[in-house]
């Protein structure tokens, strides 16, 4: 026997949730079918399961997408001010951490617990353990077989995630989704993720394993300053995250250890001064010895600063100013945060997220080609794209 709905949304996540809840505030009837045993997986992980679910600061600028444009209606038209009002309606205390990042103060689990709540209370239906077997398109809208029975719905939201994290549940259903109505689908990559070197940077760096610093790194004309953290595997740390998903196989990234020091200016200063202290205790004053001992050579490490040229002194500089790496590539979607990519900005309407080319499928959140910075704007993205198809479904 075939069930019919007004609204099947497929993905009980972050935006998916967020649609349902709207919709369902519109009086539609709206079923919400996901392959987890639970809802909101993805934000109950989020921050460390403090969840980061908004900033401060949201621009367009947070975002990476092929069509940079796309972001701006649903961000101004459902902003992180609109979130806080929600968290502040159900009394969940949150508090602000570096960079504008809002944190709860408690578990993650309460927002997901509030977006039931109201998703209870406007009579939005669920079906967890289950997986999508066919879609069909027909004259009134969409046919959709489960394992549990098949559906008849007018509109349909694809509201599936990334490949980020598949420990999860991440998938690539709603790509395969969108080929299917010949949708295209930027490639997708692993974004906000760590870098891993080559064997002989791995093996050279190993022992700096847990070392972090306040650096700069950049990709081309893109920098972020934050802290790096050298791994057993290679780097990590919120900066390196950050200018991962702007990297791509066979760039090269250039790590200003000492951003807020020239370095050159400060060594010949030291050496004007006649201070008697070897290159490596001097460098020891500004960053961790292990560091400085791996990267400067034992023949200049030992020297005084007062026998070492000028021109030595632009060559230590531009070591630690500029040091440059070439990554062998990244730990994949294992560790990523988030998936750079996805569905085709430009065959979906930034107002409603219906596609252009099917009346009534809807593509929201992390599988479209629209993926934010660290530090909250990812789940921004996924509540604000939700609200504003919910409006339209």
């Not at 370095?263 to 960053?287: A, E, F, M, S």
């Not at 990523?336 to 065959?347: F, K, L, R, S």
Request: glycine residues 10%; contains cysteine.
């Amino acid at each position: 026997m075939t069930q019919k709905t007004d609204v099947i949304i497929i993905g009980a996540g972050a935006s998916g949730l967020m649609c349902a809840l709207e919709a369902g505030k519109r009086g539609r009837k709206v079923l919400v079918v996901d392959h987890a045993k639970k809802p909101g997986s993805k934000v109950l992980v989020s921050g460390g399961g403090s969840c980061n679910f908004t900033n401060y600061y949201v621009e367009p600028e947070n975002f990476i997408s092929n069509n940079p444009h796309f972001c701006k209606s649903a961000i101004n038209r459902y902003t992180q001010w609109d979130f806080i009002e929600f968290m502040n309606k159900h009394n969940i205390a949150f508090h602000e951490r570096e960079h504008g990042q809002l944190f709860c103060d408690g578990k993650a689990s309460q927002i997901v617990d509030a977006i039931m709540l109201e998703c209870e209370q406007v009579g939005v239906a669920f079906e967890f353990n289950s997986k999508i077997k066919e879609i069909t398109l027909t004259d009134s809208g969409f046919l959709l077989k489960t394992p549990c029975g098949n559906y008849r719905c007018e509109s349909l939201v694809i509201a599936t995630g990334g490949l980020s994290i598949p420990t999860i549940g991440a998938s690539p259903l709603g790509y395969k989704i969108a080929e299917q109505f010949n949708i295209p689908v930027i490639p997708p990559k692993a974004g906000l993720v760590p870098f891993t070197l080559h064997s002989e940077d791995k093996q050279n760096f190993a022992e700096l394993s847990g070392i972090a610093v306040d650096a700069e790194v950049s990709c081309g004309a893109r920098a972020f300053r934050e802290n790096i953290l050298f791994t057993h595997r290679g780097l990590s740390g919120p900066a390196i995250l950050q200018i991962s998903s702007y990297w791509n196989p066979g760039d090269i990234i250039e790590i200003n250890l000492l951003p807020d020091c020239e370095l050159k200016n400060y060594l010949r200063n030291i050496k004007q001064q006649g201070v008697k202290k070897i290159v490596r205790n001097v460098l020891g004053d500004l960053l961790p010895d292990r560091l400085v001992e791996k990267l400067l050579s034992t023949n200049l490490a030992v020297k005084s600063i007062q026998d070492i040229s000028n021109q030595d002194i632009d060559g230590i500089a531009d070591l630690f100013n500029y040091w440059q790496i070439k990554p062998n590539g990244t730990e994949g979607y294992r560790t990523a945060e988030v998936t750079i990519g996805g569905v085709d900005c430009d065959y979906i309407s930034s107002k409603t997220m219906e596609s252009k080319n099917v009346k009534a499928l809807y593509f929201i959140g992390e599988v479209l080609d629209v993926s934010g910075w660290l530090g909250g704007y990812n789940l921004q993205w996924a509540w604000s794209s939700g609200w504003c198809a919910g409006q339209a479904v």
